[in-house]
């Protein structure tokens, strides 16, 4: 398994390649496109959509999590993915999805300036474990 700074590297070069870096991006533009993340998975959540699933081009969602959704009469089988649903997209979405691409845009722009995320994670981990029980008096 590679660790978080290769993964962040990795990210970082197909977003380069896909033409997404031609010019370099302010942070602020990088904190909006990260928040743009976080509300779709919001968006995704209060839609009362699964974790994942394949919107179904020809209406309804053909659904990986559970294959209890219906694309038209007949429901998706992630065993069978070509089979059940002809018109289902290859693009994942949901709320899981929605979050992997909060954590794909904050990789994108460590990988671009050289952030070891990693380490800083590991370092911001270990001071929370030190932090008393609801620290600051908050109440969520």
Known sequence: MIGINELA???HENAVEHGWWECERAFPEIVALIHSEV???LEEYRNGRPMIYYPCN???VCCEEDG???CGSRPYNPEEP???CSAKSKKPEGIAIELADVIIRILDYCGYAGIDIEA???QKHEYNKSRPYRHGGKKC
């Open 9 to 11: 590297k990795e990210i």
């Open 82 to 84: 070509d089979a059940p």
């Open 58 to 60: 020809a209406g309804g």
């Open 120 to 122: 800083a994670i590991r």
């Open 39 to 41: 509300s779709e998975a």
């Open 68 to 70: 209890s959704a219906h």
